[in-house]
DNA sequence: ATTCTGACA
DNA sequence: TGTCAGAA
């Protein structure tokens, strides 16, 4: 299966919580602040690409070295929007196949950021996470 | 069960 | 920032 697009919105604040070791508090006063614009599903629920993980992950490490915000502002691109709703029936056929998803949002996420961090984690709570979308 | 906003013994 | 409330 195809890795998820970078910039498609399909993580969840809880999932990007565990994905980032941010809290939820966190996650959304760094929303305030401007460093980072999710986006809405049904209006009020936040929905984070890969790339908003990401740059979260970068943020968290200036956040931790006591950066003044301006100076983030300053550093990071611009917030880009995510893109697509999660839900999105695809022309051809199948349900994509959770072993894929994790590797591929893994490998992603690894190749944009420098920063160590345990791929168990990610892939369980992925795992958990598409186990509930695909749920029945 | 999850997430959202607003608020502060 | 944590955390609790009240609603969705």
Request: a positive charge; charged letters at 30%.
């Amino acid at each position: 299966m195809d890795p998820v697009p970078r910039d498609m919105a399909v993580l969840t604040i809880g999932i990007v919580r565990q994905l980032t070791g941010l809290s939820l508090r966190q996650i959304r006063y760094y929303e305030e602040l401007g460093l980072v614009s999710p986006l809405r599903s049904n209006g009020e629920q936040r929905l984070y690409s890969i790339n908003d993980v990401a740059r979260l992950l970068q943020i968290k490490d200036m956040m931790d070295q006591e950066y003044p915000v301006s100076q983030i502002k300053r550093v990071l691109a611009p917030p880009k929007k995510p893109v697509q709703p999660a839900v999105q029936p695809l022309p051809s056929e199948r349900e994509p196949d959770d072993k894929d998803l994790l590797r591929g949002i893994r490998d992603q996420l690894q190749t944009r950021t420098e920063r160590s961090w345990s791929t168990s984690i990610i892939e369980g709570q992925l795992a958990q996470f598409y186990r509930n979308k695909n749920k029945k």
